[in-house]
């Protein structure tokens, strides 16, 4: 995924002189095509997150569209109040780009798990807050984002997959049928939605219909996809790689009880509130941490039985 | 781009600020007077004298940056703003008010001529940075001036932006710090010491300059080496007093958090209205 990032945005990047990539010493092999290409447009700040943060702020109230790259929670957490202060109140064109999403560097253990980002993102006014599901959707969001000004986070996954039909309708803010189905609703943040595509299969072999649906933007929240599904279906279930608190799971909760529009029943899927101190590949860890196709599935069973 | 409007002295646009900051911390009730006294020398000749602003055009895009990285000393940015045409005087009256948008700690919105909204420690001159970095590309002549405070520099954050500034030869940069070497509950030496200080900005690359930061003659002969300076960002470490001009503010920590009421205020102002009329009477003469 991160490759479709960068390759779009070395595509961008020749038609636009003011698009900036800033990296806090990261990317190894990935950035350096784009580095070569445009000397111009490219700083390696160095260790340094919050200094580039502020850089960033600065370069883009002159008037360049500012990207901040690094790995996991160096692009956000190390550096939120520079993103706080200095980004969002300056509605500066700063789009943070965090390679890691979730369990992506699962082995390396839990400073590199980006597991609370969209909570802390989320909260704070002007910031937009996307997660793209497979590397075609985060082409084709990179491309609309850049189109837009103001602060910006994208999450990147490891995730591959997906298939360059399927991000045809994919538009930021808004959220996708990626399956349709009329029994249960399985909403996805990211990359995550290839577990729910795989439960939706097991299911429909079970005679259940789930509809799929993939959240490409947390904020601003496609509301309209969740309240239909809450009218159309017999329940939701969300599912992210993140803490229950604040994410997907709780903006559902949050959208549908400040509208009054109530599903028939609505289990959220996440991270409990632990840090994890086991280490392991991604899909070892999802599963570990029941956030599978596998546990899906039951949860849709037992909530379908009710 | 052609120097601001301000016609008249810098030592009597620092006295005028000092009145103001006075008011507006005794009116607002609010804290940091001591703060605000002790850069009121380095505002004035900076808007007074050095930077190209035009308070007409706040936002004209040759504009030089300034940068106030000690946001608590906002008051006295909002008062060097007003007594060179930026907006009323009287607007200053709203500090800290309640529905005021000229709050404690200095912000741009709805106040034209601030360039950058802080208040947390350590993020101004990593946004300057970004700005001379970026001056550099476009190929302007434009400086960003940035404010510092000596208690400020323990943020980490600093010596990150005080090494990438040497690294890409941001000479369009000038940081300046306010060293009166006083911070919120102690001296600076008993809290966490800066000493070397200059050897430590010499150390990191920088164009190091020591100067009085109340002698405004100095402060202009000190800004006018900026522009000799070719490959490497300029410091000034601006020695000073907190709470300069106020005789029982002078040098005390009390003055960081106290606001000036009743008789300690009525001393204040009537010091500083004396300095006042002197200057115009000498201006006059």
């Known amino acids: 995924m991160r490759d479709a990032f960068i390759d779009e945005l070395t595509s961008l990047a020749k038609k636009d002189p003011t698009i900036m990539l800033l990296t806090g010493d990261l990317g190894f092999g990935v950035l350096t095509e784009y580095a070569e290409k445009f000397p111009n447009q490219y700083i390696n700040v160095g260790v340094a997150e919050q200094n580039m943060s502020g850089l960033a702020a600065g370069l883009a109230l002159e008037g360049y569209k500012v990207y901040t790259y690094s790995i996991a929670n160096f692009t956000t957490l190390r550096c939120l109040e520079q993103i706080r202060n200095d980004i969002c109140y300056h509605d500066a064109n700063v789009t943070l780009v965090s390679v890691g999403a979730g369990f992506s560097y699962g082995q390396l253990g839990m400073s590199h798990f980006a597991t609370e980002d969209l909570a802390i993102l989320r909260a704070l006014p002007n910031m937009m807050v996307v997660a793209p599901s497979d590397p075609w959707e985060a082409k084709v969001l990179t491309r609309q984002m850049a189109a837009l000004s103001g602060p910006k986070y994208l999450r990147i996954d490891k995730g591959a997959g997906g298939s360059e039909e399927n991000v045809a309708d994919v538009s930021l803010g808004k959220g996708r049928v990626v399956r349709e189905g009329s029994d249960i609703t399985i909403v996805s943040l990211g990359a995550i939605l290839s577990e729910a595509l795989k439960a939706a299969e097991s299911l429909a072999s079970l005679g259940i219909s789930a509809r799929v649906l993939s959240i490409n933007t947390l904020k601003p929240f496609d509301e309209s996809i969740i309240f239909n599904a809450c009218r159309e279906t017999g329940g939701l279930i969300s599912v992210e790689e993140h803490s229950k608190i604040g994410g997907l799971g709780g903006t559902i909760s949050e959208a549908c009880l400040a509208s009054n529009i109530i599903p028939k029943f609505f289990v959220s899927i996440g991270l409990i509130d632990e840090y994890p101190t086991m280490v392991g590949d991604q899909n070892f860890l999802r599963d570990h941490f029941d956030l599978s196709a596998e546990k899906i599935i039951s949860v849709a069973l037992s909530s379908l039985q009710k | ?285």
């Open chain 2, 1 to 285: 781009m052609a120097k601001n409007q301000y016609i008249g002295s810098t030592e009597l646009l620092a006295a005028y600020v000092r009145r103001d900051i006075v008011d507006m911390t005794h009116r607002g009730g609010s804290s940091h007077v001591g703060s605000g006294l002790s850069i009121a020398d380095i505002l004035a000749v900076l808007y007074g004298d050095i930077l190209s602003v035009d308070p007409s055009a706040p936002r004209h895009d040759n504009r030089d940056r300034f940068i106030l990285s000690k946001g608590h000393a906002g008051a006295a940015v909002y008062a060097v703003l007003a007594e060179t045409g930026f907006f009323e005087v009287g607007r200053l009256e709203s500090h800290y008010q309640n529905g005021s948008v000229l709050s404690g700690h200095v912000s741009h919105k709805g106040v034209p001529g601030v360039e950058f909204s802080t208040g947390s420690l350590g993020h101004g001159l990593s946004v300057a940075a970004g700005m001379a970095k970026a001056a550099k590309l476009r190929q302007k002549s434009h400086k960003v001036f940035v404010l510092l405070s000596d208690g400020e520099c323990d943020e980490g954050s600093n010596w990150e932006a005080i090494l990438f500034s040497s690294h890409h030869k941001l000479n369009n940069l000038v940081a300046i710090i306010d060293y009166n070497k006083i911070q919120s509950l102690d001296s600076v030496e008993a809290t966490l010491g800066l000493e070397p200080f200059a050897d430590k900005f010499k150390a990191f690359g920088w164009n190091t300059i020591e100067v009085n930061g109340h002698d405004h003659l100095a402060l202009k002969k000190s800004f006018a080496l900026v522009s000799q300076e070719k490959t490497r960002p300029t410091v000034l470490i601006c020695h000073t007093t907190k709470g300069k001009g106020v005789s029982f503010m002078e040098n005390s920590v009390l003055w960081h958090y106290r606001s000036p009421q009743g008789q300690e205020y009525q001393a204040a102002s009537l010091e500083l209205q004396a300095s006042i009329q002197q200057l115009e009477e000498s201006n006059h003469a």
